[in-house]
């Protein structure tokens, strides 16, 4: 809640009479809110809920693009929570998005599904804290409008959750919490959504999306990214995986699909990979070299990380090292790592981790391409479809080698460009989030860990503040550590504002 420009007066004005008869004004309206309250620890949080909000004046599907917004009562009382006042409190804006599929809004609620079924929601975890909550919807994949069209391929999630920044922005001196203190959180797809958001503040390449669906008028650079597990880089993210997994021959896939989902109960097959498949994998191990190269990222020393032909040199180390700061980690604190056969400990001290070895152990869940798939069957290439076609291959390497029998093509270039955030970091006219957390188990293997480290690294490189690690033996899967998520927003955000 802060500094009501003149511009922003000038267009509610302008726009006042158009909006009135409009479904969707964009303005956020402080007297319709419901009471609500939630048990945190023991202790009944209270809170006004602000809920079913659409984001965009002409939404393409309103039940996805709208958002529930959640302010601790305290607030309105002149209190204060957690050091944070009415005027200061950050506002927290977790996706659920899961897959890639359409998410709408969630609540405070525990959830029933899952394993944090009945656990504290991270929403009321949130409130307990004094963080503003925004919860926002967007539209995925999977959505049809009623002629049969499909209305939330690549790249609609992004736009959506940008729109609702745009909201939030917007509506800052009317709502309470402080709009340039947005800290964005979300799981694997999720995840993903949430480092393109941060990543790409205020890209120009997102808006005519943007101004189509009547998004409000206002920034969409945000403060903070959490995400956990993200899936992205989905156009290396192919060579990634065979860079890691190369000779990792059984796999337990998931069923993919419209099945993908952190949310629901993943179900596995086993399998060991065809001769073709080893192929494919030989032939998406090599090309990884080149592309992590032309990364040019460096370590905290400076030296330059890269791979030889064979996929070997300072990055694969670099990786190693953290898996190994992880085990060590879990070593101290406890944990008995002597199954582990591919780790070594002597005197209480982790060994150096080969990476070949931890692959065999943690084994591969995907069949290469893991993203692209060549009969087009992944969620990804269902990510990338258009209006009218399904889905899409997403790299040259598919493309040239599909085998799904249909007409489909390659999904335009710029599309599977505005979705990862590689492209936005540390770009010229982009506002690149300043803090970010970024966690992986150490057991997901959903995606390579080079693809969060690439991530990490390139954000380092760029001057942002990165707090990057390993869980040890955590699976895919996000929001497990609230208490240390929290301790790092709080940090940050009681610090003096750098934007
Ligand atoms: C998710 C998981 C995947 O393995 C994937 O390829 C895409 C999305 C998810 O859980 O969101």
């Not at 996805?64 to 204060?80: A, D, K, L, R, S």
């Not at 005027?87 to 998410?103: D, E, H, K, V, W």
């Not at 997994?245 to 179900?267: P, S, T």
């Not at 590689?422 to 010229?428: A, E, F, I, L, S």
Request: hydrophobic share 35%; proline share 5%.
């Amino acid at each position: 809640m802060k500094f009501p420009s003149t511009i922003h007066l000038m267009f509610g004005l302008l726009c006042s009479p158009i909006l009135a008869v409009a479904a969707n004004d964009l303005n956020f309206n402080p007297q319709n809110y419901a009471t609500q309250s939630v048990d945190v620890d023991g202790q009944v949080i209270k809170y006004r809920a602000y809920e079913h909000i659409v984001y965009v004046r002409n939404p393409v599907d309103a039940q996805y693009q709208q958002m529930n917004i959640y302010i601790p009562e305290v607030y309105f009382q002149g209190g204060n929570i957690n050091g944070f006042t009415a005027q200061t409190a950050p506002i927290f804006l977790p996706n659920s998005i899961g897959g890639y599929m359409p998410t709408e809004p969630i609540t405070a609620t525990p959830s029933d599904r899952g394993p944090n079924a009945g656990k504290t929601s991270t929403i009321a975890y949130a409130l307990a804290h004094g963080y503003v909550v925004a919860s926002p919807g967007a539209r995925g994949r999977s959505l049809k409008d009623t002629n049969g069209q499909y209305t939330g391929k690549a790249p609609a999630a992004i736009v959506d959750l940008k729109a609702a920044v745009r909201y939030l922005r917007f509506n800052d001196s009317v709502m309470l919490g402080d709009a340039r203190k947005i800290i964005s959180n979300g799981t694997s797809a999720g995840g993903a959504m949430s480092a393109l958001l941060g990543a790409s503040g205020n890209s120009a390449d997102y808006i005519p999306y943007l101004k189509a669906l009547g998004a409000a008028n206002a920034r969409d650079d945000i403060f903070a990214v959490s995400a956990y597990c993200p899936i992205t880089n989905l156009e290396n993210a192919d060579a990634a995986y065979e860079w890691q997994f190369n000779g990792v021959n059984a796999y337990k896939k998931m069923l993919m699909g419209n099945m993908i989902d952190f949310h629901m109960e993943r179900k596995e097959i086993s399998g060991t990979l065809t001769t073709d498949e080893i192929k494919t994998s030989d032939a998406l191990k090599k090309q990884f070299p080149a592309y992590l190269n032309s990364l040019k990222l460096k370590d905290a020393r400076g030296t330059l990380l890269t791979l030889d032909n064979n996929g070997d040199g300072s990055f694969k180390n670099y990786v190693s090292a953290q898996i190994q700061v992880s085990a060590q980690k879990a070593l101290n604190q406890g944990a008995d790592l002597s199954t582990y056969s591919w780790l070594s400990i002597q005197n209480g001290q982790v060994g150096t981790i080969d990476l070949n070895q931890y692959a065999h152990g943690v084994s591969r869940m995907k069949t290469p391409p893991a993203f692209d798939a060549l009969d087009m069957s992944s969620g990804e290439n269902d990510l990338f479809g258009t209006t009218n076609i399904p889905a899409q291959h997403f790299t040259a390497y598919a493309q040239a080698n599909d085998n799904s029998h249909t007409t489909n093509k390659q999904a335009d270039a710029h599309i599977v460009k505005l979705m990862n955030p590689m492209n936005y970091v540390g770009k010229p006219n982009v506002k690149t989030a300043q803090h970010w957390r970024i966690r992986v188990g150490t057991n997901d293997r959903d995606t390579a860990l080079a693809v969060s480290a690439m991530l990490s690294l390139k954000l380092k490189n760029t001057g942002k503040s990165v707090d990057y690690s390993l869980p040890w033996g955590v699976p895919h899967s996000g929001d497990y550590d609230l208490d240390e998520l929290f301790a790092w927003m709080d940090n940050l955000t009681k610090k003096t504002l750098s934007n």
